[in-house]
Nanobody, 119 residues
Framework: QVQLVESGGGLVQAGGSLRLSCAAS????????MGWYRQAPGKQRELVAV???????NYADSVKGRFTISRDNAKNTVYLQMNSLKAEDTAVYYC?????????????WGQGTQVTVSS
């Protein structure tokens, strides 16, 4: 089993910044892609950003130029630097990891961290 623990959420004014962290622990063989998703009230969960094990990022159009995803493979940790935050960024942010156990892949999710942007 792999556990993901997010941190760094909170309340911030529009235009401000937050940095989310997600640390993986447990029986880790190899973590491939890691990503951040978010879910606003009444909406479906959506991809925010994903980063490959090699460090190649991809972003949702809505956050390009404002958010930066990065990772530290030695620490099994992924980060999301969020700048120029907008009210529409308000959501619960979830960390995701694609784990390879030597035989198969499995997705793991964190418990979520609330990000609230006041306008």
């Amino acid at each position: 089993q792999v556990q993901l623990v997010e941190s760094g959420g909170g309340l911030v004014q529009a235009g401000g910044s937050l940095r989310l962290s997600c640390a993986a622990s447990g029986s880790i063989f190899r973590i491939n892609a890691m990503g951040w998703y978010r879910q606003a009230p009444g909406k479906q969960r959506e991809l925010v950003a994903v980063i490959s094990r090699g460090g190649s990022p991809n972003y949702a159009d809505s956050v390009k130029g404002r958010f930066t995803i990065s990772r530290d493979n030695a620490k099994n940790t992924v980060y999301l630097q969020m700048n120029s935050l907008k009210a529409e960024d308000t959501a619960v942010y979830y960390c995701n990891a694609d784990h390879w156990n030597g035989l198969s892949n499995r997705d793991y999710w964190g418990q979520g961290t609330q990000v609230t942007v006041s306008s």
